[in-house]
């Protein structure tokens, strides 16, 4: 026990120590594993405590109040702030994952849900003709993107008018998936909703791909700030809270779960569908800008056929 004990200490002081060392790109991962592997203090830190490892114990007890300093804010209970002179709205983000079959699942979160805008991320052919059919009434505005690679489709359903909209690829990079900007009309006011989806940073095909992920993110983070309008920014967006782009995202902008969630630690993926593991990332967030205010957010419990659970959050814009 105390040599398993040693070498995960072992891990986690180099995974520490490397984010010093390494290049910026691989920092993002040795961040985000070091943070990861924080979670298995709380298994062995009992079973120390029980064969009375006292020194071990003290060890695993640093990694535990490292966990609670990157993860504790997400637990905290959120209060309810009064919205006077506001509007309230709602928005729901889903990485679908380009389904063609069990549409009905699909469509009925998205029902459930209720958002008055919806993110859609890998939109097919079949979804998009899907939810025409099924949820015209619900949402009389619909951006919808699928491509041939449905992946890389995208789409915005709303029942605001969309006064403008721009689906884009960055074609120049070796790799990209698809992106969409809205204008929206929220009684009078006009906000900018961005709907984006970077390429993975890694995947099993093409092994690590962070600068072709940070590029895309960079280049919607460029639109979305300067934008003069309040803007939403959700989306699959393939990293964690410990990558540099959400260091990046967070300087303009606010991350709406750690804002007005609370009580879970609102990771996303993956939700058993495809990968036999258990939830362990936040890949799936809603970002907003100085105009709007969190009031809830949440993680919905349903994905359907996808592997990615949505984030709902309900927000006030302020005139």
Not at 284 to 299: C, K, P, Q, T, W
Request: some cysteine.
């Amino acid at each position: 026990m105390a040599i398993v004990v040693i070498v995960y200490l072992a891990a986690l002081a180099i995974s520490l120590l490397s984010q010093f060392v390494v290049p910026p790109d691989y920092a993002d991962f040795t961040r985000s594993l070091f943070s990861l592997g924080l979670f298995l203090s709380f298994v062995l830190l009992p079973l120390c405590l029980l064969l009375r490892h006292r020194r071990l114990s003290l060890l695993l007890l640093l990694a535990v109040a490292a966990w609670l300093i990157l993860y504790a804010p997400l637990l905290l209970p959120r209060f309810d702030p009064a919205a006077p002179g506001g509007t309230e709205t709602t928005i729901l983000t889903f990485n679908i994952q380009a389904p063609t079959e069990a549409l009905e699942s699909i469509s009925s979160i998205i029902a459930d849900a209720d958002a008055d805008m919806v993110g859609i991320q890998e939109l097919s052919a079949e979804a998009a003709a899907h939810f025409e059919q099924t949820l015209q009434d619900r949402y009389p505005y619909m951006a919808l993107y699928p491509q041939d690679n449905p992946h890389v489709g995208q789409g915005v359903l709303s029942r605001y008018p969309i006064a403008a909209e721009n689906y884009w690829r960055n074609e120049q990079l070796d790799a990209t998936l698809g992106h969409l900007r809205v204008e929206l009309d929220i009684n009078g006011t006009s906000v900018a909703l961005y709907n984006t989806h970077p390429v993975p940073p890694f995947s099993f095909e093409q092994g690590r791909n962070l600068r072709p992920h940070s590029r895309e993110l960079g280049e919607v983070l460029d639109r979305a700030e300067a934008e003069t309008i309040p803007t939403l920014i959700v989306g699959d967006f393939n990293m964690t809270d410990q990558f540099g782009e959400y260091y990046r995202i967070t300087e303009h902008f606010t991350d709406t779960y750690l804002e007005a969630g609370g009580g879970s630690l609102g990771f996303t993926f993956p939700n058993g569908q495809r990968l036999p593991f258990p939830r362990l990332i936040r890949l799936d967030y809603i970002f907003h800008s100085a105009g709007f205010e969190g009031l809830d957010a949440r993680v919905w419990e349903r994905s359907g056929s996808s592997d990615h659970l949505p984030v709902f959050a309900r927000l006030v814009l302020y005139p």
